[in-house]
């Protein structure tokens, strides 16, 4: 008997066919069926291979107010009380400026609260990535989120470029190979075909199955619930072939009885954390999980976390101090709780696993709006971070101000396409062929060699 | 397109599956009696039973600190969650006890018109969300009676009130505390544009964006929400702040507290020019807000974006270009956005009862709570229990993950089923069937189930049904409530007898009923309408 269930076997096993097993007795084929779905779910051992960590910031992060031009002059102007300065304490970079779009460099500085940033920075752990976003730059947060999970800018949206990588590249991957920690699925883990090995919990002590204290002396409901939607059933696979709709909410049924034993063990298997100092947020709290599978050497490549909050119109400073506001709670947030993660992948020793890659689904505009905000804009500032990031370096060039500012309807111009980001991502950190671009990004930017993020071992 | 459904075809079937969309289901007497109204008196009548608007939601008033003359927040963070979780079981009672079409209108225009209660904030949050959610049910009950009633939200700018009309229903929006708060209305002035209401108007709440359901239609520009952020300027709330005063309290005649008025120096009054039209068509220059919702209700594409949003939440995910647009000469030509009149052609379709209609919806979790509770004959849990489940479930009435409300990108529904959340729905059953709250939740102490009323088990499953030889009748009895337009396979039958009579025997064929109940409600099949 296999020890570990493969995507592949999962899938036939699981979702859609019977099993080859079928001259066994009922009994044993169902025990071994059993066994062989908790023996799927042991992670890998060693906990081996490379770890994305994708952090959503939702709503459209103001990244001139995260990564401030702080010498140019139309930036001072165009945000006359919320413009970050020496007198708010920025983190200047002092080692290097940025190549500018409009030719030259731009010196930078990190938002005040952005510390730790600052130290990845100087370790040489994190990359900018600067003037990312695409084509014709969709101003609605809901479109402009489906092009960002999609890949596929300006088009019907179906499915999500981390559903069609694992579709693509997937073959030999357990359930769990990607894992949101959120209450709703992201159109990014989305798969055409239905079966992306992914599953999006908000909180792991309720993502199980709860024993039933009342019942006498049989306690545990997965077995009586692997028996009702057809798990284990030899001829009937519990899938209707007629119901779409059905079909989906069953197949979204066996996912979840499959992957819960898998998360379960993982976190059993973590136990308690090595960095003892988390702040308390939902963030944090999400963070917490994922290192924990990281430590419970769970079979996850991909992790997916989401900060909401930064659809800042309104109140991203509060009257007349920028350090107080709407955006400077959400960086303080995202800076301490991404740093006692980092810390805790050092502790762990995974540090040099894992990379995460912030982004937003746009950047605001240039000159402020009359309530201390910032309206939607185009192009935004992304941050790689890592071990084992080509970091200390800028990538892409950073957008002309007075260009887009004053003609260009007040929204940044990008000169990255994020499509070449999450190549890279892909390619340079996961190992994906470039052979398979094609399959993953079906519309491809006009520029879409990777870039180095990743220092060269 | 969109021909009466004949009566020849009027099926038990059928009548369930409009019982379900137009309301929530009903109990074995009422979908019978249901059925045999559309079998005796003719479809229409059926139809007609379901849209009268008796609906006054006397029987759920405000919670009673709404009337107060005190800060309605209370003293602390605590009071303000308690305050919190009273609208939440607020706006739930309205669904469990209100007509059941004027509460599935209820739950689309809470969706449809999303607003989140941290960026409404701290003073009045309470007062402008319960007023904001009154505005919408008192056009999801319609005019009760034909009679009109004064609006609520603002009395003095809003002609008196006509509901149950989508035009007038989105003008009463743009005049409530609470979508001026969301989407940053009072601080937009002729002098500082803030763009966030205009750009949503004209995405979320009328024209939407995209080619799903028209082709033909031009979308709206930049310039358009440019121009329509300038005319929703100068919208300001007056005594926002619980003591304080602004100079709205020199207002002649002075306005209640925490009503809206318009600031007519913010105002921007410059003539516009939007979606093409330079004019409003009576003649006379596109200046307010009210032009801009008016001139949208008379393009094209506007009723079509709202009759496929319509039919996505009453029939099925994909809608064809040709019925959208039948449906939007209906909306628009025929009934004058009157909401009700449209759902009737609808109702009466045939297109609603298409193969590919029926059971082709995931329940929301609105719908799961609405539904279980009422099969079931009993009370919504309690009221900290509710707010539990909904957090866990992604539905916090309050907290739409976004301003598009409980978005559906990959078709109607389904992304209500993360795993996590199907999990949670799998489990979860015993709170109705066990009083099994506690391990949903950690730290709670106000969960006392004690004051969630059980199940009358004796009217769900007759004791002369439970003798294990009888469980075919006592299945069909339970499946008859519950999964009305179901079979089941035989594997789960199967499945399910076992554990019946292995619990009966050990424990007494209660406690086997109670077991039964809750492996039906954690099937894949009760997931779907």
Not at chain 1, 56 to 75: C, K
Not at chain 1, 101 to 121: D, I, K, Q, Y
Not at chain 2, 206 to 211: C, P, V
Request: glycine share 8%; aromatic share 10%.
């Amino acid at each position: 008997m296999k020890t570990k269930l493969n995507r592949r076997d999962f899938v036939a096993k699981s979702v859609w066919g019977a099993t080859a097993s079928l001259s066994l007795p009922g009994f044993l084929q169902q025990t071994l069926l059993n066994l062989d779905a908790r023996a799927q779910s042991l992670p890998s051992p060693g906990g081996e291979g490379p770890i994305v960590l994708l952090m959503e910031l939702a709503g459209g992060n103001d990244t001139l107010n995260t990564l401030v031009p702080y010498t140019n002059s139309i930036y001072n102007e165009a945000r006359p009380t919320l413009k970050l300065g020496a007198e708010h304490g920025i983190i200047n970079i002092t080692d290097k400026d940025a190549p500018s779009a409009a030719g030259g460099v731009e010196p930078l500085a990190f938002h005040p609260n952005l510390g730790a940033f600052n130290t990845l920075w100087n370790d040489g752990e994190m990359g900018i990535i600067n003037g990312v976003s695409y084509p014709n730059p969709s101003l609605s947060h809901f479109t402009s989120f489906d092009y960002w999970h999609s890949a596929e800018p300006n088009s019907v949206v179906k499915d999500g470029w981390v559903g069609r990588y694992l579709d693509n590249q997937c073959d030999g991957c357990g359930a769990t190979t990607g894992i949101y920690i959120n209450r709703r699925p992201t159109l990014a883990f989305a798969s055409a075909e239905g079966l992306s090995p992914t599953v999006t919990f908000a909180n792991p002590q309720y993502f199980n199955w709860n024993d039933q204290v009342s019942l006498g002396k049989e306690k545990s409901l997965e077995g009586l619930y692997r028996n009702l939607i057809g798990l284990d059933h030899a001829v009937d696979d519990g899938i209707s072939q007629t119901d779409d709709t059905l079909a989906y909410v069953q197949r979204a049924a066996h996912s979840a009885m499959i992957s819960t034993a898998s998360v379960q063990s993982a976190i059993e298997q973590g136990g308690t954390l090595l960095n003892n100092s988390w702040p308390d947020n939902g963030l944090s709290r999400s963070l917490q999980t994922i290192a924990q599978l990281i430590k419970g050497q769970s079979e996850t490549s991909i992790y997916y976390a989401r900060q909401g909050g930064y659809d800042t119109h309104n109140n991203q400073i509060f009257d007349g101090d920028p350090l107080t506001g709407r955006h400077f709670t959400l960086l303080q947030t995202l800076n301490n709780s991404l740093d006692a993660f980092i810390q805790e992948m050092k502790l762990q020793g995974n540090w040099d696993r894992v990379l995460i890659l912030t982004f937003s689904e746009f950047g605001r505009k240039v000159i402020q709006n009359g309530s201390l905000g910032t309206d939607h804009g185009a192009a935004e500032s992304l941050f790689v971070m890592g071990g084992r990031v080509n970091g200390n370096q800028f990538f892409g060039e950073y957008p002309d101000l007075a260009e887009d500012a004053r003609i260009k309807n007040n929204s940044l111009d990008f000169n990255i396409d994020f499509r070449t980001v999450y190549r890279s991502v892909l390619e340079k950190w996961m190992g994906v062929p470039a052979s398979a671009m094609p399959a993953i990004f079906p519309s491809q930017p006009v520029n879409f060699d990777p870039l180095d993020i990743i220092k060269p071992l | 397109m969109l021909d009466p459904l004949p009566q020849e075809s009027w099926t038990r079937r059928n009548a369930n599956h409009l019982l379900q969309r137009a309301g929530f289901g009903g109990s074995p007497d009422e979908q019978e009696a249901f059925y045999q109204l559309g079998s005796e008196q003719g479809i229409e009548a059926a139809v007609d039973s379901l849209l009268e608007t008796s609906e006054d939601w006397s029987s759920v008033p405000w919670p009673f600190w709404a009337g107060g003359e005190t800060d309605p927040n209370g003293d602390d963070y605590a009071g303000q969650a308690v305050r919190r979780r009273d609208v939440t079981q607020w706006y739930f009672e309205c669904l469990t006890e209100g007509q059941p079409l004027a509460a599935k209108l209820l739950k689309f225009f809470a969706d449809h018109f999303a607003i989140d209660s941290a960026t409404i904030n701290q003073y009045y949050r309470q007062i402008g969300l319960l007023r904001y959610f009154e505005t919408l049910r008192r056009h999801a009950a319609g005019n009760v009676a034909g009679e009109d009633h004064p609006f609520e939200g603002d009395e003095r700018l809003v002609p008196d009130g006509h509901y149950g009309n989508f035009r007038t229903l989105v003008n009463h929006v743009s005049w409530s505390i609470a979508m001026i708060r969301t989407l940053d209305l009072y601080v937009s002035t002729a002098n500082n544009i803030n763009e966030n209401f205009g750009r949503e108007l004209l995405e979320l709440f009328s024209f939407g964006i995209g080619q799903a359901y028209t082709d033909l239609d031009d979308e709206y520009t930049e310039e358009d929400v440019v121009a329509a952020a300038k005319a929703f300027t100068g919208r300001k709330i007056y005594n926002f702040r619980w003591g304080v005063r602004n100079d709205a309290a020199n207002q002649n005649p002075p306005l209640p507290p925490a009503s809206v008025y318009q600031n007519n120096n913010q105002q921007d009054n410059s003539a516009k020019t939007f979606y093409g039209s330079s004019s409003m068509p009576g003649g006379g220059n596109i200046v307010d807000g009210d032009d801009i919702i008016e001139l949208i209700f008379q393009t094209d594409r506007c009723p079509k974006h709202l009759s496929w949003k319509l039919w996505r939440y009453f029939a099925s995910p994909d809608p064809s270009k040709e019925l959208v647009a039948a449906l939007a000469t209906r909306m628009r030509d025929t009934h004058d956005y009157e909401i009700r009149p449209f759902l009737k052609d609808i109702f009466l379709s045939s297109e609603f009862y298409d193969e590919s209609v029926l059971n082709a919806q995931i329940k929301d979790a609105g719908d799961y709570l609405v539904c279980v509770t009422k099969q079931l004959g009993t009370q919504l849990p309690t009221r900290d229990a509710v707010e539990d489940i909904m957090q866990q479930l992604g539905y916090e009435i309050y907290f739409p993950p976004s301003i598009a409300g409980w978005p559906e990108p990959d078709g109607s529904g389904n992304t209500w089923l993360s795993t996590g959340a199907m999990v949670f729905r799998m489990n979860m059953a015993s709170i109705w069937s066990h009083h099994n709250f506690n391990i949903f939740t950690t730290g709670r102490t106000r969960n006392a189930m004690a004051e969630f009323e059980e199940v009358d088990w004796n009217t769900i499953a007759p004791p002369h049904l439970r003798p294990v030889e009888n469980f075919p009748l006592l299945l069909e009895a339970l499946l008859g409530r519950m999964l009305p337009n179901r079979e089941l396979r035989k594997s789960q039958v199967r499945t399910l007898y076992d554990r019946y009579s292995s619990v009966s025997s050990q424990l007494g064929s209660l406690e086997g009923v109670k077991e039964l109940v809750r492996l039906i409600l954690s099937l894949p099949e009760y997931q779907i309408q």
